[in-house]
């Protein structure tokens, strides 16, 4: 199977295999590739040949956006045959045809989070800067991986861990951090929102993160709507309350809106 397609194609089914769901502008940003016929050509190939398959609409106004993709039935099966993939996290994706508009846009949000600190860390690259970033990222598909570092968290439920190192370029002295974000989607009721703050609280009480850092990950919540955001705000802080608000536990928020807008690493936590 793997010689009917090319090392580019493969690296989408990665991709795609990491994020769920991406744009073809997705596609092509982590590719780093500079021409976009040639990403529709393997993505159209690939389409073809039932390794993918595509979210595309002629209607007007909605075909101005780029097509989405995610694995198809061929894709799958070339990816239980890499060994950095595992089978059992695979099956859950023979269902993605019937995954919520939801489920799509959060991962979409995921692939640009992501592609953000990858423009943060390439920026950070500039003689003028400072400070040297780099980022080491674990989706929910890898977290599900029971042999992942990190599986532990699959109970918490995060869209997203990231490590931040930075590095002052005057010295040798790597400061590291961790992230940990939660995407609430604009279906998730009000109590559902009370148990995400109340099990990372548990999580930030418990051991499991100590065997990892002594610093506990910040905890970035990212919300549908500024209604939303506002009770997420309320809700936490009576949570941290009843905790003595702990100095190291540090919840932040934000909405999907100014992601959009500002990116990432924007001046848009709260």
């Not at 042999?147 to 190192?165: G, Q, S």
């Not at 995407?183 to 099990?199: E, G, N, Q």
Request: hydrophobic content about 35%.
């Amino acid at each position: 199977m793997t010689n009917k397609i090319t090392t580019k194609q493969q690296e989408i089914l990665k991709l795609l295999y990491k994020y769920k769901f991406l744009d073809r502008k997705q596609i092509q940003a982590f590719l780093n590739h500079k021409y976009h016929k040639r990403i529709n050509d393997w993505l159209k190939d690939l389409t073809q040949k039932e390794y993918l398959n595509r979210i595309y609409s002629n209607k007007f106004g909605e075909n101005t956006k780029p097509a989405i993709y995610y694995l198809g039935l061929n894709g799958i099966r070339y990816l239980k045959t890499q060994d950095d993939c595992s089978r059992e996290v695979l099956r859950k994706f023979y269902r993605m045809k019937d995954r919520s508009n939801d489920f799509i846009e959060k991962s979409l949000l995921v692939g640009k989070i992501v592609l953000d600190l990858k423009v943060a860390a390439n920026h950070s690259q500039d003689p003028s800067e400072e400070y040297a970033l780099s980022y080491s990222i674990g989706t929910a598909t890898d977290i599900a991986n029971p042999e992942y570092r990190f599986n532990f968290l699959t109970e918490y439920k995060p869209d997203l861990l990231v490590k931040r190192l930075k590095k002052k370029k005057t010295s040798k002295r790597t400061k590291s951090d961790y992230f940990l974000f939660a995407i609430i989607a604009p279906t998730l009721p009000h109590y559902s929102i009370r148990k995400l703050v109340k099990d990372f609280i548990e999580l930030y009480d418990g051991y499991e993160w100590d065997e990892i850092s002594d610093t506990f990950p910040a905890i970035m919540i990212v919300c549908p709507t500024l209604a939303t955001m506002i009770y997420a705000k309320r809700v936490t802080k009576g949570l941290l309350e009843d905790e003595d608000d702990p100095d190291d536990l540090h919840i932040q928020f934000t909405t999907t809106d100014k992601i959009k807008e500002h990116g990432i690493t924007g001046e848009i936590w709260e």
